[in-house]
């Protein structure tokens, strides 16, 4: 499956938005293509604030968010692969969401849960030929 990030910031920026909040992006600006104004670089991160009024031209797409903002009152063409977001939250409150470290891979699950459940018989929930009893998240309704 493709990575689940793309869609939560795009969901995230909407819920913000819509609550009159102002959008904040947590960047890891040492990522390889992460084009950002260095000066602005703190420990390897920067904070950028990605409100409408603060941006032009968003694009928050599935591979990379572009847009062109102003830094000390000149234009700047900002690009941000995906997985270089650590984060998308609410200048105001601090709601919003951190997001775990990606290997390069497109996957939530780890490499010992993906090796535990590679190959899943829909019937039992167990894995297919292996004698081990790994155990399934499950669903519950809590009131």
């Known amino acids: 499956m493709t990575s689940n990030r793309p869609y939560l910031i795009r969901a995230l920026y909407e819920w913000i938005a ?10 890891d600006a040492e990522r390889p293509d992460v084009v950002v104004p260095r000066d602005y670089v703190v420990d ?4 950028l604030n990605v409100a409408a009024t603060a941006v032009q031209s968003l694009v928050l797409g599935n591979e990379a968010i572009l847009f062109s903002a102003r830094f000390g009152g000149r234009p700047f063409p900002v690009e941000l692969p995906i ?19 990606e290997d ?8 010992k849960e993906a090796k535990g459940s590679g190959e899943a018989d829909a019937g039992t929930g167990s894995a ?3 004698g081990d009893k790994a155990k399934r998240p499950a669903l519950r309704v809590v009131k």
């Open 104 to 111: 390069g891979a497109d996957s939530s699950l780890t490499d």
């Open 128 to 130: 297919a030929g292996s």
């Open 83 to 101: 997985a270089a977001v650590v984060g998308i939250y609410a200048r105001e409150n601090g709601q919003g969401m951190l997001f775990a470290e």
């Open 44 to 47: 390897g991160r920067i904070v």
């Open 18 to 27: 819509d609550n009159g909040m102002t959008p904040h992006l947590l960047v």
